[in-house]
């Protein structure tokens, strides 16, 4: 009985010393110093492509100082957007000139990836 015992402590020893090498052993053999990895230049430095979309929305905040609008938008398909409410920062602060809280407007969008959006026109809606 104590010779089972020892025979399963040596198996069990044997196998931790051996898995992980076994383990380790897919990409053991793959040179590394040969693969080219550096990536093109303009590929590292690219930004996302920009995207222009259009929206309506009322106007929940304005900030001329700041360059910056709060839109209530309803959902803008261009960019896949349930409607929400957002700040936006304006293209030109000369934009909000005229704009009310409470109005309702039309905006175009400068998407720029993710939730990063410029508003490059609004006006009052028709």
């Not at 040969?34 to 929206?55: D, L, V, Y």
């Amino acid at each position: 009985m104590m010779k089972k015992h020892s025979l399963v402590a040596v198996a069990m020893i044997a196998l931790g010393y051996t898995l992980p090498s076994l383990a380790d052993d897919n990409m053991g053999n793959m040179d590394m110093g040969k693969m080219n990895m550096a990536m093109p230049a303009a590929q590292a430095t690219a930004k996302p492509a920009s995207k222009m979309a259009h929206g309506m929305g009322v106007v929940k905040g304005l900030d001329a100082k700041q360059g910056m609008v709060t839109l209530d938008h309803e959902a803008i398909k261009e960019l896949n957007w349930p409607p929400m409410n957002m700040d936006f920062k304006v293209a030109n602060p000369k934009l909000l000139k005229g704009l009310k809280v409470g109005q309702k407007v039309e905006f175009e969008l400068k998407a720029e990836g993710g939730m990063n959006a410029l508003v490059t026109a609004i006006k009052p809606a028709k």
